[in-house]
């Protein structure tokens, strides 16, 4: 019986070594595609998920450890089990980080964040489609299309404000690719119009910029017809999208024409998230990316001349008077780096531009795209609140 009873327990804290062993086989690669450089991009949006969920890497660096602990009990094996133990401890104190910091920054701005609201981060889905697809121009012999997002019930509270959504992105792309966040904006009381714009082309800096341009005047010819007001207009966009947003309400018509036959239009405000508001600063490579990663992106990069750098950069134009700016960006964001998002705000600041920079600790380039995850509520928190305040 009691040989019985210690074979059952050998084997028990057999299984509890294989247990913490497998939990740091799954926590190092974990860690890897989130702290190092990695040889492709598929790699580094896994590592950006890890960011995200960092709390679920943490529930299993809290198993290893518990196993590990229980597989040191017997004599033979104990030094593996304590290195285990301390590979699985490290790693439930890296996998705590973000999440830590991000309840920092939430009591900051007051942000209640929600563990169950966590869980559903990997969905994307508006529950919904947009209300209208409509043409709002053709420019270069290409269809310019918009969205409309509209709030499901209306408030009966005159014209509704206005969002005109800008997408980012390394390629050509339509509208509407992330339809969530235009759902969530809608259900928030806006008016969305989520536009498609020419892609940026070699050697042309004004096509893109003036086809937001385009679309900003359409909205406001088009105002009546979908409740809109167009005095409150806020113009919003991700990494390519917030700059284009940024030169877009910037600049004069003088500077940036319309691509199409329309009315200079200033919106209210701005909402730019981790877009680059200075095209001639050379940001650093990010040290996560590789150089293979690196090559491919500088292979793809907007091809300009010299002199028109300068001219295509928001912070060219900044001057008092210009509409007030939100800006968001991710601490470790691998693309757009937060020192020169944090230069940006003092241009705005030093050129008397009323502003905003939220910074939310230990997220990556395109957080938004994980729902769920502390760095996308405290946006839509920040969000709403700048919106309100228009």
């Known amino acids: 019986m009691a040989d019985r009873r210690e074979k059952r327990r050998s084997w028990g804290r057999r299984l509890a070594m294989a247990g913490a062993a497998l939990a740091a086989v799954i926590l190092l690669p974990a860690a890897a595609t989130a702290l190092l450089p990695m040889p492709s991009l598929e790699l580094w949006a896994i590592g950006l998920l ?3 969920f960092s709390l679920v890497f943490a529930v299993i660096a809290v198993v290893g450890v518990v196993l590990a602990w229980l597989a040191a009990r017997r004599t033979s094996g104990r030094r593996v089990a304590v290195v285990l133990a301390v590979v699985n401890a490290a790693m439930l104190v890296a996998a705590l980080l973000p999440a830590v910091s991000a309840w920092g920054t939430a009591r900051a701005y007051g942000v209640p964040l929600s563990l169950a609201g966590y869980l559903d981060g990997l969905s994307t889905s508006a529950g919904r489609g947009p209300d209208e697809t409509v043409r709002y121009a053709r420019a270069g012999g290409e269809d310019l ?3 409309v997002w509209r709030p499901e019930a209306a408030s009966g509270a005159g014209r509704l404000p206005v969002v005109v959504n800008v997408h980012g992105g390394a390629q050509d792309a339509p509208q509407s690719p992330f339809p ?18 020419r892609f940026f082309r070699p050697y042309d800096w004004k096509s893109s910029p003036g086809d937001v341009k385009c679309a900003l005047g359409w909205v406001v010819r088009n105002a009546e017809r979908y409740g809109a007001d167009p005095a409150r207009i806020t113009l919003m966009g ?13 600049t004069t018509a003088a500077e940036v024409p319309p691509s199409c036959d329309v009315p200079e239009v200033r ?3 701005v909402i730019a998230w981790f877009a680059p508001g200075d095209a001639t600063a050379e940001v650093p490579s ?4 590789s150089e293979t990663v690196r090559r491919q992106l500088a292979e793809e990069t907007w091809p300009l001349a010299d002199e028109d750098w300068k001219r295509a950069s928001p912070s060219t134009y900044l001057r008092p008077g210009l509409p007030r700016t939100l800006l968001i960006q991710g601490g470790r964001d691998i693309l757009q780096t937060a020192g020169y998002t944090r230069d940006f705000a003092a241009r705005l600041a030093q050129a008397g531009v009323r502003h ?35």
């Open 50 to 52: 890890v960011l995200e």
């Open 145 to 147: 299309m918009l969205d």
């Open 238 to 250: 991700q990494s390519a999208g917030g700059y284009l947003s940024m030169l877009a309400a910037y």
């Open 180 to 197: 969530r966040w235009d759902a969530w904006l809608a259900d928030s009381g806006y008016v969305v119009f989520d536009v498609d714009y």
């Open 286 to 289: 990010p040290f996560r990316l």
């Open 267 to 269: 919106p209210a405000a």
């Open 356 to 390: 905003e920079l939220v910074e939310i600790p230990y997220a990556d380039h395109q957080f938004d795209l994980v729902w769920g995850g502390f760095g996308s509520q405290i946006a839509r928190h920040v969000v709403r609140d700048f919106l309100d305040a228009g």
